[in-house]
């Protein structure tokens, strides 16, 4: 299952990076989030995806990563979490501030944030500022309820709204069940 997902998921980078903008993953805040940063770290770090930033917008995933990071292990006490405390490519964004100063990254990046569903949290101003853009791809990683934000944006709606706002949606929508904790 680990290999098919990494497989999967090195597709849908490298699809990401040949439209030419960012990749925005909305996800679940806890165990789904850091499973997704181990894998996209030991894909880009393989070389089978291109190697980006990679920024973790989130508080509170922020914060199960680093308790990941303190007490995850595995038998044999190995902590598969540790290569994200020695990534030089992985950011995390706690504050409002250098959320918003995301909009300043140019090239080929990637962002997660909560939350997974596009319901609330800051994936909604992500999704307001790169929704529109045919160059960007938003990669939807679990489960989406009928009648979310995240569930419209994968039947294919061509228009959403977005904190008050009317946004067209022409940016690549990708979809993948790897990762759901959901039947």
């Not at 990683?141 to 008050?164: H, K, N, P, S």
Request: aromatic share 6%; glycine share 10%.
């Amino acid at each position: 299952r680990r290999n098919e997902r990494r497989a999967v998921l090195t597709r849908e980078l490298l699809g990401a990076h040949a439209a030419g903008g960012p990749l925005l993953i909305p996800a679940f805040a806890v165990e789904r989030t850091q499973e997704l940063l181990v894998e996209l770290l030991e894909v880009m770090e393989s070389g089978a995806a291109p190697r980006g930033a990679i920024f973790l917008d989130s508080p509170l995933a922020i914060r199960a990563t680093n308790t990941f990071l303190r007490h995850g292990t595995l038998e044999g006490g190995e902590n598969p979490f540790r290569r994200l405390r020695e990534s030089s490519w992985l950011q995390f964004t706690e504050t409002v501030s250098e959320s918003r100063a995301l909009e300043q990254v140019r090239g080929w990046h990637v962002i997660i944030a909560a939350s997974g569903m596009c319901e609330a949290g800051r994936v909604r101003h992500h999704l307001k500022r790169l929704l529109w853009r045919e160059e960007a791809t938003v990669l939807l990683v679990g489960y989406q309820a009928a009648g979310t934000l995240g569930r419209l944006l994968q039947d294919g709606r061509r228009a959403v709204r977005i904190q008050g706002e009317d946004i067209k949606a022409r940016a690549r929508i990708r979809s993948l069940d790897v990762y759901s904790g959901h039947a």
